[in-house]
T-cell receptor, first 111, second 115 residues
Framework: GQNIDQPTEMTATEGAIVQINCTYQ??????LFWYQQHAGEAPTFLSY????GLEEKGRFSSFLSRSKGYSYLLLKELQMKDSASYLC????????????FGIGTKLQVIP | DTAVSQTPKYLVTQMGNDKSIKCEQN?????MYWYKQDSKKFLKIMFS???????INETVPNRFSPKSPDKAHLNLHINSLELGDSAVYFC??????????????FGEGSWLTVV
């Protein structure tokens, strides 16, 4: 099975940088996703990592270390609209490649 | 041109009733899912279908029965609703194959409240 850990809440200041960590223990691994979910809305895709290293996409970057079972999502130049939950999700390497989500980190951006 | 659409968006019903939630995707994806997000915001997979075939069936009470008439539709029927069934139910879909990482695209959610 999958066990995914991430902080439940974080607070950061507008314009700053914030790093949201995710650790996982899995019986098989075939990729890690980050999703953003605003209150009352559906999760939307942010990033996908399957190889070690950093993937950059505008203000958002995601890092993966498979040997450490660790990922982080880095948000730069924070804006008020970045206040949302950030969900870490892991895909296993089974035949159906099930994706399991973590509890999510609720980020509050303050002025 | 909604990608994954589900209806109804809001549903308030009494304990013991039977209700259905419908889902359709126009992305041409082969795989569809039902996820449940409870009051603690934990998003848990319930079912997954690939080309109308059930491939993932998590530990879900058998009061929940999914049906996929074709690969673009996945409906969820719930019998004898209980208070604990109150949650947001998200339909989702993803393409076949490893290219793009099988990104999951979610519908807007169906808010179910059982009273």
């Amino acid at each position: 099975g999958q066990n995914i850990d991430q902080p439940t809440e974080m607070t950061a200041t507008e314009g700053a940088i914030v790093q949201i960590n995710c650790t996982y223990q899995t019986s098989g691994f075939n990729g890690l996703f980050w999703y953003q979910q605003h209150a009352g809305e559906a999760p939307t895709f942010l990033s996908y990592n399957v190889l070690d290293g950093l993937e950059e996409k505008g203000r958002f970057s995601s890092f993966l270390s498979r040997s450490k079972g660790y990922s982080y999502l880095l948000l730069k130049e924070l804006q008020m609209k970045d206040s949302a939950s950030y969900l870490c999700a892991v895909r296993d390497d089974g035949g159906y490649q099930k994706v399991t989500f973590g509890i999510g980190t609720k980020l509050q951006v303050i002025p | 041109d909604t990608a994954v659409s589900q209806t109804p968006k809001y549903l308030v019903t009494q304990m013991g009733n039977d209700k259905s939630i419908k889902c359709e995707q126009n992305l041409g994806h082969d795989t569809m899912y039902w996820y449940k997000q409870d009051s603690k915001k934990f998003l848990k997979i319930m079912f997954s279908y690939n080309n109308k075939e059930l491939i993932i069936n998590e530990t879900v009470p058998n009061r929940f029965s999914p049906k996929s008439p074709d690969k673009a539709h996945l409906n969820l029927h719930i019998n004898s609703l209980e208070l604990g069934d109150s949650a947001v139910y998200f339909c989702a879909s993803s393409p076949e194959g490893k290219l793009g990482g099988n990104t999951i695209y979610f519908g807007e959610g169906s808010w179910l409240t059982v009273v």
